[in-house]
């Protein structure tokens, strides 16, 4: 079964500074979509970056961008420019490509932003 | 273009009590997903339907829940005879059939506390 880890349950970041998120997925797939959401207070869930697993080049969405790592099974996020509007728990979520709707999703890390 | 809408956004009922939720997809989306999220966690998959065929269904949808989309268009997620383990958030989430990649569009949710 395909599982997916995110090893840092919080982390802080100064306004206008970089941060990277970690995430790590296990598979035997070599079909399958990886992806970041954003979950505000608001509760929605919110699409930040999305990468496919044939895509060799790393997926790049304004401030953000992933390191995609296909080998390791790794694909963290990069959010450069920190925002207090980016401050969120944010999920990393695998899915196989033959899945019509089955994205399996990382505990989430929480993201704070200092002024 | 409003989004995916689900209502109640809050509801509390007493266990053994029935609860039903409602999503209203992207209007042109004819895949709608449900998932739930426990505190802490990361969403899990429930089921889907494409336009009104349910095609898949968890392990985690227990004979207590069904769920419904009668007309392609919006669906109900009904819980029969609440337990406080069915205390969570409900996400409901759209995509299109094809040429999105696998994304998928979530509402704010129905949070239920199950007293």
């Known amino acids: 079964a395909q599982t997916v880890t995110q090893s840092q349950p919080e982390m802080s970041v100064q306004e206008a500074e970089t941060v990277t998120l970690s995430c790590t997925y296990d598979t035997s797939e070599s079909d399958y979509y990886l992806f970041w959401y954003k979950q505000p207070p608001s509760r929605q869930m919110i699409l930040v970056i999305r990468?496919?697993?044939?895509?060799?080049q790393n997926a790049t969405e304004n401030r953000f961008s992933v390191n995609f790592q296909k080998a390791a099974k790794s694909f963290s996020l990069k959010i450069s420019d920190s925002q207090l509007g980016d401050a969120a728990m944010y999920f990393c979520a695998y899915i196989n490509g033959g899945s019509q709707g089955n994205l399996i999703f990382g505990k989430g890390t929480k993201l704070s932003v200092k002024p | 273009d409003t989004g995916v809408s689900q209502d109640p956004r809050h509801k509390i009922t007493k266990r053994g009590q029935n609860v039903t939720f409602r999503c209203d997809p992207i209007?042109?989306?004819?895949?709608l997903y449900w998932y739930r999220q426990t505190l802490g966690q990361g969403p899990e998959f429930l089921t889907y339907f494409q336009n009104e065929a349910q095609l898949e269904k968890s392990r985690l949808l227990s004979d207590r829940f069904s769920a419904e989309r009668p007309k392609g268009s919006f669906s109900t997620l009904e819980i029969q005879r609440t337990e406080q383990g069915d205390s969570a958030m409900y996400l409901c989430?759209?995509?299109?059939?094809?040429?999105?990649?696998?994304?998928?569009?979530f509402g704010s949710g129905t949070q239920l506390s199950v007293l």
């Open positions: 209007s042109e989306h004819n895949r």
């Open positions: 990468q496919e697993a044939y895509k060799q």
């Open positions: 989430a759209s995509s299109l059939l094809t040429g999105t990649g696998k994304k998928l569009f």
